[in-house]
């Protein structure tokens, strides 16, 4: 797949006209010559809409081209492995750490070497060998019909599992990484034996085979399917940003938000990141660009346009988010999710999580 140029900005060269007292001026170049500022090649997990904007800023400030690679996850690895010394790919976009952290495990990434990271990020959202980092962040709560669910019966993503649920939750399936990740933090901070049983109790109170993406969990509890879901919180947020009278505008306005285990843990949260290829040719210029994603001017796009969390302090939500309340977050570092994903994946197989 050849490389699709996102945004190109040359930078003119200065003509040469010296003129001095007394003197008559140089003749002027015969003509104008572009100066490139080089460039930074992207392989992307993230859709192109949501991450073009940024783009687009990073080039209009620094002259820097970016191209870009848009793929599946799982195919953008195996091409990063198999090309090796040969790949182009400068930068590795994800969005969740459980892709990062299978890149890392392949040996494709190197450490991004910057203090802006280290000092920006929260450590629990980066890796502790600089191999990847948070861009932004996202939550994975609990979503219930408000005609049907009492707010005040819910608690923590625990208690789904509880007989109190029965045949009344959507969830995707075991094979979504969404969904790995979040066994595989339970695994870190509760042990095994706890997470097994949340998952099976999960399975139990299944209003339906799992099928289909966030957006059609929150869709199926707008249509009566189940009254509870578990989804990602950016695409709430965007379902409530379509036109008034559109149907997953409706959808939204039907459905509310709880943040889960807000006695306890706190809310299950993921990120959006990146990390720099093991080839990467064009090395400083993609610390440059993650460097500027972490920028303010960046993480407000991310907030804006994206309905994420910005994961440095300083940077305001949008009203439709800010609107959800405050929340406590999981403080379990994401690096540990790596060292529990295999299992998580077992003890979804073992309940008969589809």
Aim: glycine share 8%.
């Amino acid at each position: 797949m050849p490389f699709k140029k996102i945004t190109s900005l040359a930078m003119a060269l200065a003509l040469t006209g010296l003129a001095a007292c007394g003197q008559d001026s140089l003749p002027p170049p015969a003509a104008e010559e572009a100066v490139p500022a080089g460039e930074v090649n992207i392989y992307s997990y993230r859709q192109e809409t949501l991450i073009k904007p940024l783009l687009d800023a990073f080039t209009e400030e620094t002259g820097i081209t970016v191209n870009v690679v848009s793929g599946k996850a799982d195919a953008l690895l195996e091409r990063l492995k198999n090309e090796g010394i040969n790949s182009p790919a400068d930068i590795l976009l994800t969005a969740d750490v459980g892709r990062l952290l299978r890149a890392q495990a392949a040996g494709v990434v190197q450490p991004i070497e910057s203090d802006v990271v280290n000092e920006v990020v929260p450590a629990a959202y980066r890796d502790p060998a600089g191999e990847w980092v948070g861009l932004s962040l996202r939550a994975r709560t609990i979503f219930y019909a408000k005609d049907r669910v009492d707010p005040a019966t819910l608690s923590t993503m625990a208690a789904l599992a509880g007989d109190d649920f029965k045949d009344k939750i959507c969830i995707r399936a075991a094979s979504n990484i969404y969904n790995q990740s979040m066994l595989a933090a339970m695994v870190a901070r509760d042990g095994a034996e706890a997470a097994e049983a949340w998952a099976a109790g999960m399975v139990a109170n299944m209003a339906r085979q799992p099928q289909g993406g966030d957006r059609d969990q929150l869709r199926a509890v707008a249509a009566g399917e189940c009254d509870i879901a578990v989804s990602n919180t950016y695409y709430y947020g965007r379902m409530m940003a379509d036109e008034p009278g559109s149907r997953d505008r409706e959808v939204a306005e039907s459905i509310g938000l709880f943040w889960s285990d807000q006695e306890g843990a706190g809310t299950h949260v993921n990120i959006a990141g990146a990390a720099v290829t093991k080839h990467a040719k064009n090395k400083a210029n993609a610390v440059a660009l993650i460097e500027f994603l972490l920028s303010p001017e960046a993480q407000q796009i991310y907030a804006e346009g994206v309905y994420e969390f910005p994961i440095r302090d300083g940077v305001a939500p949008t009203p439709i988010v800010e609107a959800w309340g405050p929340f406590t977050a999981d403080s379990t570092a994401l690096s540990l999710i790596g060292d529990h994903t295999t299992e998580a994946v077992m003890i979804m197989d073992r309940v008969g999580w589809q």
